[in-house]
């Protein structure tokens, strides 16, 4: 997976969730990409270090809320990778969780500036 794709969301998908023609549906996106700005950072942050630390149990915690998080606002790619990276953690294969981790820090600027960039075109 190239780390610049993961900064490409599909709106495809975001337009299946919520209706994006809908007032209230929009408003509360907005809110969810609002909290999602807020959280972002901060999940590269700890998952950066609990790769550092080999944490597996942290990583597949954090890997799991943001596979979520992602997933629900269109970031497919991002919540898929999140997936793998919380499976192979889960699974106990530290090099593949820290390489994966690895791909997702190195797009991270690139996921938050499109975070930004989707959220200020609702």
Avoid: W
């Amino acid at each position: 997976m190239d780390a610049s794709n993961l900064a490409n969301p599909d709106k495809h998908s975001l337009a299946e969730i919520f209706d994006l023609d809908d007032e209230d549906d929009v408003d509360l996106l907005k809110e969810l990409f609002d909290q999602l700005k807020d959280d972002a950072p901060d999940y590269f942050k700890e998952l950066s270090a609990a790769k550092q630390a080999s944490d597996l149990e942290a990583i597949a915690r954090l890997a799991h809320s943001m596979k979520s998080s992602f997933g629900n606002l269109g970031f497919v790619a991002v919540s898929s990778l999140c997936n793998s990276i919380m499976m192979h953690a889960r699974e106990g294969r530290n090099q593949e969780a820290a390489d994966e981790t690895a791909l997702l820090e190195e797009a991270s600027q690139q996921i938050l500036e499109a975070i930004e960039t989707l959220a200020s075109s609702l």
